[in-house]
């Protein structure tokens, strides 16, 4: 079973960056569609932005334009640059395959505020 280690999570201000990582452990990593997907405090867990196994990305509204998915191959790495972040992307990220079926990882916690 492949395991999914995110990191990079934090606490930034308004309108601040944040680079996420996810490491998998496994080669038939660059197989899957990777996602990032985010737990807001209250809410469900939504997908914010997934990467096909040959690099085509897509994203959800409320992020297009701010947030950039790519991956590694080589590392097993999927990254998740967030630009211009907003109080609202406060929430726990996790990267998981797309469609989901792999066990969830602990998460990295993503925290914006002034």
């Known amino acids: 079973q492949v395991q999914l280690v995110e990191s990079g999570g934090g606490l930034v201000q308004p309108g601040g960056s944040l680079r996420l990582s996810c490491v998998a452990s496994g080669s038939i990593f660059r197989n899957y569609a990777i996602g990032w997907y985010r737990q807001a405090p209250g809410k469900q867990r939504e997908l914010v932005a997934r990467i096909g196994a040959g690099g085509a990305t897509n994203y959800a509204d409320s992020v297009k334009g701010r947030f950039t998915i790519s991956r590694d191959n080589v590392k097993n790495t999927v990254y998740l640059q967030m630009n211009s972040l907003k109080p609202e992307d406060t929430g726990v990220y996790y990267c998981?395959?797309?469609?989901?079926?792999?066990?969830w990882g602990q998460g990295t916690q993503v925290t914006v505020s002034s």
């Open positions: 998981n395959s797309y469609p989901r079926f792999l066990n």
